[in-house]
């Protein structure tokens, strides 16, 4: 900051120029407390006064602090702080008014100790209120003029530009902190929001892969089962690369009907069609300097692929209905569950997209093939979930984690998170248990659905599990277990006995 621009000029050289210079570093504020010295060190040579202030509410303590302060006794003054309606400063931080006062020996609301105590003698004072947007923040205050002179009207108004400056530079830096905050928090959310969790070599190797390519715009292909992270990984490969600070677009080609992918993917302009009512910008555009994801690939028609290879061959493309060719610079990542060669081998997919989109293949390995990696998975799901349902203990058995690694997990990674938040909502809240978790239960059938039973014999076995199941629910809960089943306690209570329900 120009903090050199205050010399020892007569104040009368002040020009408008430099006036307006200040205020166009009020809105580019970087050092604050520099700022705010340098608007009052101004306005005190400015109005050749003795000594001046700026002081703050503190809205914790209701007390105003002293934030700048000129002067010989300036150190010591900062020591002070004054209750809200005390003196003269306490006064206009209350009411919002300037105060003019030629001599405060005569005025009750002079507050005396700070000027005795420091030694600094004090006749007449000037304060006015800082306000954003109406709101009383602090107030600024001069002290005595050098050569003597009385403190004139004029000096109120002056003084007030001062504080509204100092105002608007404190407005301009609170709100750079709240956006450099939300800034932050935004990013950390969406950060851990899209955390690949795994440690196994074959992820290992995946994401040293992403890394790899992230910085070039060759297009990519990730290929994988369902729910092993394609997703995840191509997000990554945008923001670990160059382009991170550009769009990400993603589009599920299996999501939309063939006859509008057209459109999503390249927008039309107005009146190209029935409909048509404005202009629409398509993904690929959108995605422009950026990444477009086309998840499910393996889903597009044949005839959408022509029209798609031709615009990733040329890099130009047209609106629906335009005749202006737009060009946009576009990295593709796509990613597919299907086997892809084979769809190929099978006239599914063109050869030439094929040979376009496949430049990097990138596999994600199935869970089944990483179980090392569940433990970990599952810690870092139950966390999630622990944190949303307010939960502070709640490990996993370890009968639990055990069934946990002997599943095949056909859904892969989305399959356990939706697993573990299951658990989570229907489990006893103390700890998660197999059963919690009935997708792996080796003998799919419910109890009693045997083969050489009565019919009695299985409606018996079916209740006692049944009633075990609610009274764990509700740990142990009689009143509660009977309400959710819809019968009477007393009658739960004969139930349990007559099973010889003992613990669940
Ligand atoms: N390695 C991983 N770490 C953390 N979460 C993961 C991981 N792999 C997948 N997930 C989560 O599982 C779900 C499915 O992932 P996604 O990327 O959509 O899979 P795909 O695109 O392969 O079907 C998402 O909620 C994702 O956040
Ligand atoms: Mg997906």
């Not at 009750?108 to 105590?117: L, Q, T, V």
């Not at 658990?423 to 059963?435: C, H, K, Q, S, W």
Request: charged letters at 30%; glycine letters at 6%; one cysteine or more.
């Amino acid at each position: 900051m120009k903090k050199q621009m205050v010399t020892d000029k007569q104040p009368t050289d002040f020009s408008i120029t430099q006036f307006k210079e200040i205020s166009t570093w009020v809105t580019s504020v970087e050092d604050l407390d520099q700022l705010l010295e340098l608007i009052i060190e101004t306005a005190t040579r400015m109005m050749r006064a003795k000594a001046s202030s700026l002081l703050l509410v503190d809205q914790k303590t209701k007390r105003l602090y002293f934030k700048v302060a000129t002067g010989d006794k300036k150190d010591d003054v900062k020591k002070f702080e004054i209750e809200l309606g005390q003196g003269i400063a306490g006064h206009v931080a209350v009411t919002g008014e300037p105060l003019l006062i030629p001599d405060v020996s005569k005025d009750p609301r002079w507050y005396k100790e700070i000027s005795e105590s420091i030694g600094f003698s004090t006749k007449s004072i000037v304060c006015v209120p800082m306000k954003i947007d109406g709101e009383i923040i602090g107030v600024v205050e001069i002290i005595d003029k050098t050569d003597g002179s009385a403190i004139k009207d004029t000096d109120i108004k002056l003084l007030a530009v001062f504080a509204e400056l100092a105002a608007l530079a404190i407005k301009s830096a609170r709100k750079i902190a709240r956006v450099k905050k939300e800034n932050k928090s935004l990013k950390e959310a969406l950060g851990s929001q899209h955390q690949i969790i795994g440690d196994c070599i074959a992820l290992r190797k995946v994401i040293t892969d992403a890394f790899k390519v992230a910085n070039s715009k060759t297009n990519t292909l990730i290929v994988g089962e369902s729910g092993t992270g394609k997703e995840l990984l191509a997000r990554l490969i945008h923001r670990a690369g160059n382009r991170r600070d550009e769009p990400l677009v993603i589009l599920n080609c299996a999501a939309i009907p063939e006859s509008l992918l057209e459109d999503e993917l390249f927008g039309h302009e107005k009146g190209a069609f029935t409909g048509a009512l404005d202009r629409k910008i398509g993904k690929f555009e959108l995605a422009d300097k950026g990444t477009i994801f086309l998840d499910e690939i393996g889903e597009m028609s044949l005839s959408m692929q022509a029209k798609f290879l031709r615009v990733l061959q040329e890099e130009v493309f047209h609106r629906i209905g335009g005749n202006i060719p737009i060009h946009v610079d576009v990295r593709v990542i796509a990613a597919t569950n299907k086997d892809i060669a084979k769809e190929v081998a099978e006239g599914r997919f063109r050869e030439d997209l094929y040979y376009r989109l496949n430049v990097v293949q990138i596999r994600m390995p199935s869970l089944r093939e990483r179980k090392e990696d569940i433990p970990l998975l599952a810690e870092y799901f139950l966390d999630k979930f622990k944190k949303e349902k307010g939960l502070s203990r709640l490990p996993i058995s370890p009968k639990a984690l055990e069934k946990m690694m002997q599943y095949h997990w056909p859904g892969n990674v989305r399959e356990l998170k939706n697993a573990l938040e299951r658990a989570v909502v229907l489990g006893n809240g103390r700890e998660i248990l197999p059963e919690d978790l009935p997708i792996f239960n080796s003998n799919p059938n419910p109890p009693g659905f045997e083969v050489g039973l009565t019919l009695q014999d299985a409606i018996n076995g079916f209740k006692k599990e049944f009633i075990k199941l609610n009274l764990r629910y509700t740990g142990g809960n009689r009143s509660k277990a009977a309400r959710i089943m819809g019968i009477q306690r007393t009658y739960l209570s004969s139930l349990i006995s007559k099973y010889q329900i003992q613990e669940v």
